[in-house]
T-cell receptor
Framework: GENVEQHPSTLSVQEGDSAVIKCTYS??????FPWYKQELGKRPQLIID?????GEKKDQRIAVTLNKTAKHFSLHITETQPEDSAVYFC???????????????FGKGTLLTVNP | DSGVTQTPKHLITATGQRVTLRCSPR?????VYWYQQSLDQGLQFLIQ???????AKGNILERFSAQQFPDLHSELNLSSLELGDSALYFC????????????FGPGTRLTVL
């Protein structure tokens, strides 16, 4: 089955700096890669996702890059703010041809702390 | 608020018991997913239902079972509970099943004593 490794497990940055979280996956059939943010005691929320037909996607201060050859993808957060502090999870999933089989495998998470 | 509801919010029970967790998806969503989140195992996919049918299975124990009803709500049944089953159980829903955004519910915290 799929195995997703996520690094680092903790990351501390100063407000305004950039943060990068990296994930690798094992199953070459995976072609959907979402990132979730989970604040303490709350539910995971999707912040950005990327599919294997693109290499990079941006949404304001957040970007995700994908290298399918190397089987790794990364989350980049620029101009970090204290409210970015949370646990971030990467995930990978294959989609079957019918698109109805959707099985996310998550990384172990990265605790990001943004210091004011 | 994601629109996904889960009950109960907290559940405390004893080893060997059986519990049922309930999830109501967002209006219009056909897929329901169950996840288990624990400190040592992280966030793990258990099972997916799409319009009443099981569509994908993850690391779900044989002691656990789930179903999705005609009104699309879903229940996760956990039996012969063990201490290690203590975790946060999330339900998520999506419009379809093929890579649509999954919206998570608030979770049910299960404590097995």
């Amino acid at each position: 089955g799929e195995n997703v490794e996520q690094h680092p497990s903790t990351l501390s940055v100063q407000e305004g700096d950039s943060a990068v979280i990296k994930c690798t996956y094992s199953d070459s059939a995976s072609n959907y890669f979402p990132w979730y943010k989970q604040e303490l005691g709350k539910r995971p929320q999707l912040i950005i996702d990327i599919r294997s037909n693109v290499g990079e996607k941006k949404d304001q201060r957040i970007a995700v890059t994908l290298n399918k050859t190397a089987k790794h993808f990364s989350l980049h957060i620029t101009e970090t703010q204290p409210e970015d502090s949370a646990v971030y999870f990467c995930a990978a999933s294959p989609l079957n041809s019918g698109g109805s089989n959707y099985k996310l495998t998550f990384g172990k998470g990265t605790l990001l702390t943004v210091n004011p | 608020d994601s629109g996904v509801t889960q009950t109960p919010k907290h559940l405390i029970t004893a080893t060997g018991q059986r519990v049922t967790l309930r999830c109501s998806p967002r209006s219009g969503d056909l897929s329901v997913y169950w996840y288990q989140q624990s400190l040592d195992q992280g966030l793990q996919f258990l099972i997916q239902y799409y319009n009443g049918e099981e569509r994908a299975k993850g690391n779900i124990l044989e002691r656990f079972s789930a179903q999705q009803f005609p009104d699309l709500h879903s229940e996760l049944n956990l039996s012969s509970l063990e201490l290690g089953d203590s975790a946060l159980y999330f339900c998520a829903s999506s419009l379809g099943g093929g890579g649509d955004e999954q919206f998570f519910g608030p979770g049910t915290r299960l404590t097995v004593l």
